[in-house]
């Protein structure tokens, strides 16, 4: 069992920065791929990034290239999102997950946090 709990989301302005981080319990954290989904209301999950086990490999959905960067720091059990040049088109829930799979989709991923608000004000 995996358990997830995101920080760090808020209010900041058009063009600013934030980074969440995502604290896992468990020794296994290595084992786990990990990914940060975001989701505003009326509309299903989305991938936003993903990252291997060992950290070795990341992948981001088109639109946050060049923006957001996700690492982890296996020692710690955290995985983190830095996020900068904030547009209003971030705002959302942001939820970081565990999976087995290094995957796109929020199927493969077993293990969830409660999210966390980032609202971008324009």
């Known amino acids: 069992q995996v358990q997830l709990v995101e920080s760090g989301g808020g209010l900041v302005q058009a063009g600013g920065s934030l980074r969440l981080s995502c604290a896992a319990s468990?020794?296994?954290?290595?084992?786990?791929?990990m990914g940060w989904f975001r989701q505003t209301p009326g509309k299903e999950r989305e991938f936003v990034a993903r990252?291997?086990?060992?950290?070795?490999?990341?992948d981001y959905t088109d639109s946050v290239k060049g923006r957001f960067t996700i690492s982890r720091e296996n020692a710690k059990n955290t995985v983190y999102l830095q996020m900068n040049s904030l547009n209003s088109e971030d705002t959302a829930v942001y939820y970081c997950a565990a999976g087995r799979v290094y995957s796109v989709y929020a199927k493969w991923y077993d293990y969830w946090g409660q999210g966390t608000q980032v609202t971008v004000s324009s």
């Open positions: 468990g020794r296994t954290f290595r084992a786990y791929a």
């Open positions: 990252i291997s086990g060992g950290g070795e490999t990341t």
